[in-house]
């Protein structure tokens, strides 16, 4: 039941990293148009990007987790036997989810320090506890999908063992 909620979530994660990069292109094509033919720049362009890009991976982290489509290099396992390989898969999962718990714990602490401090971008004075904030929640996201999968797979063995 949990698992269900999380694709949903995951897909609205990777709409919103999608519209983070619309946003950026067009941006970056007004940028680029203002310079090249008005003598205009797109003040902070090169921070907003930066913002941008940063928000756009981590959004599209939770999906990416979810579907399994994380670089596998398989040419290791391929003469594995299938336990040998969904204990492997298992591991992975569990490696996931304390790495995505590390970077979501790390990113918020981050944004807390950096409200406490009143951090910002050098030219816009973006606040940079919205930069950790909007990574900090997918990594969380992911983490948790990966820490249902690698429950699954503990689930679905013991049901295979019975």
């Known amino acids: 039941m949990f698992s269900n909620l999380l694709e949903p979530i995951a897909r609205l ?8 990069m619309t ?9 680029l148009i203002g310079r090249n033919f008005f ?18 991976i981590a959004l599209f982290m939770p999906l ?7 670089i596998i290099v398989d040419f290791f396992t391929a003469k594995c036997s299938e336990g040998m390989v ?10 996931m989810t304390l790495i995505f718990g590390l970077l979501s ?7 807390i320090n950096a409200k406490e401090t009143m951090g910002a971008s050098m030219l816009l004075g973006f606040p940079d506890w919205i930069v950790f904030t909007s990574m900090c ?17 503990i689930d679905h063995n013991e049901e295979a063992t019975a």
């Open 105 to 111: 714990w790390r990113c918020g602490a981050a944004a």
């Open 13 to 20: 994660c990777s709409i919103l990293g999608g519209l983070v």
């Open 64 to 70: 990416c987790q979810l579907k399994r489509e994380n």
């Open 23 to 31: 946003g950026l292109m067009l941006m970056t094509c007004y940028s």
């Open 39 to 56: 003598d205009s720049a797109l003040i902070g362009d090169f921070e907003l990007t930066g913002v941008g890009a940063g928000a756009a």
């Open 86 to 95: 969904n204990r492997l898969d298992r591991m992975g999962d569990v490696l």
């Open 137 to 153: 929640i997918p990594f969380g996201i992911t983490a948790l999908i990966a820490l249902m999968q690698a429950r699954s797979q």
